[in-house]
């Protein structure tokens, strides 16, 4: 019953630090992305994926980069922290694209902190 | 650009009472439009989904309808729980197929 499954939910990152935010699902699904998530504005899009092998950039790609080797695991990597990279980060699927109407399915977050 | 807005940011009321919470988006292209419950340090989780062609979607005590002329949606919540206490977010699908979001609307209901 786990869906999508975030790690780690809390990180202290240094200025200039790299870590990966790691995003995994058992549900097979196609479509995943990541969002991050800012006081008083909506959630905005960062990468997402179409299926195994297949990324593309959303609204905010910007020192972020991601990969998809498989159809369960969707890390996002911070190559380079900055203060205005302290967010929360949310990973998200679902069956299909999010065009087709199909429920999307989010982790419970992870709260990112730059200093 | 589409632009997704909710008023109010925050929203008391005593339980019991019905209410109803309101999302605009600017842009009347869009292929649907969703609700969503956020929980304090918890994830997103849809409550409706109406599409384009619809005019609302009913689930329990929450309804939502969609008035794509004049960009607008609203969620009715009838006789509110303290369970319900959350945030709550809209999101409609662009042009461009991408979720657009609005900042959300806190929502507390008193005992």
């Known amino acids: 019953n786990a869906g999508v499954t975030q790690t780690p939910k809390f990180q202290v990152l240094k200025t200039g630090q790299s870590m990966t935010l790691q995003c995994a699902q058992d549900m097979n699904h196609e479509y995943m992305s990541w969002y991050r998530q800012d006081p008083g504005m909506g959630l905005r899009l960062i990468h997402y994926s179409v299926g195994a092998g297949i990324t593309d950039q959303g609204e905010v790609p910007n020192g972020y980069n991601v990969s998809r080797s498989t159809t369960e695991d969707f890390p996002l990597r911070l190559l380079s922290a900055a203060p205005s990279q302290t967010s929360v980060y949310f990973c998200?699927?679902?069956?299909?694209?999010?065009?087709?109407?199909?429920?999307?399915?989010f982790g419970e977050g992870s709260w990112l902190t730059v200093v | 650009k589409q632009e997704v807005t909710q008023i109010p940011a925050a929203l008391s009321v005593p339980e019991g009472e019905n209410l109803v919470l309101n999302c605009s988006f600017t842009?009347?292209?869009?292929?649907?439009l969703q609700w969503f419950r956020q929980d304090p340090g918890k994830g997103l989780t849809s409550l409706l989904l109406?599409?384009?062609s619809q005019r609302e979607q009913t689930s329990g005590r929450l309804n939502a309808s969609l008035d794509k002329s004049s960009g607008r949606s609203t969620l009715y919540i009838a006789a509110s729980q303290p369970g319900d206490s959350a945030t709550y977010l809209c999101a409609v699908k662009d042009s461009n197929y991408q979720l657009i979001w609005g900042a959300g609307t806190k929502l507390i209901i008193k005992p």
């Open positions: 998200a699927s679902s069956p299909g694209q999010i065009s087709s109407g199909n429920t999307i399915y």
């Open positions: 842009d009347s292209a869009i292929y649907n």
């Open positions: 109406i599409q384009s």
